[in-house]
């Protein structure tokens, strides 16, 4: 299981570096395709995250998730160390990356509002919430 999550995840690599080399500025096809990866993906990272429970033996974390055409994050994904931390930051870190590359060669806009991170984060219900 661990060697197919491993393959899995080699492969989205690549992809990533693929796409980002071949965004075509202002190219509507390719932007298109884009976006729909990057949605996808999302769905993937949020449903990561999602699996993560907290107990006693297990921390809450929360990690800056996307980026905003006036730069930051969109928002600030919230997980335990219950799942592969390693796995989900650097999922998290592509997705971030893909997306500013997405930003930039497809002009991209958004409000410029400021996203603060989680003052903290507390365990209910087995599940972590951030609290602002």
């Known amino acids: 299981m661990k060697k197919l999550v491993l393959k899995i995840f080699a492969i989205h690599i690549l ?3 693929v796409v980002a080399c071949t965004i075509e500025e ?32 297990f921390e809450c974390r929360s990690i800056a998730f996307g980026s905003k055409p006036c730069g930051g ?19 998290v870190n592509d997705y971030n990356e893909l997306e500013m590359t997405f930003n930039i060669n497809c002009g991209a806009v958004s409000d410029c509002a400021v996203v603060n991170p989680p003052t903290s984060l507390m365990c209910e219900n087995n599940q972590c919430i951030a609290v602002y």
Request: charged residues 25%; aromatic residues 12%; contains cysteine.
């Open 26 to 57: 202002d190219n509507p096809a390719d932007c298109q395709s884009t976006y729909e990866y990057l949605q996808d993906l999302k769905i993937l990272i949020e449903d990561q995250a999602a699996e993560s429970i907290c107990t006693e033996g």
């Open 15 to 17: 992809f990533v570096l």
């Open 73 to 91: 994050p969109w928002s600030y994904l919230v997980y335990s160390t219950s799942i592969d931390t390693l796995d989900l930051v650097d999922r």
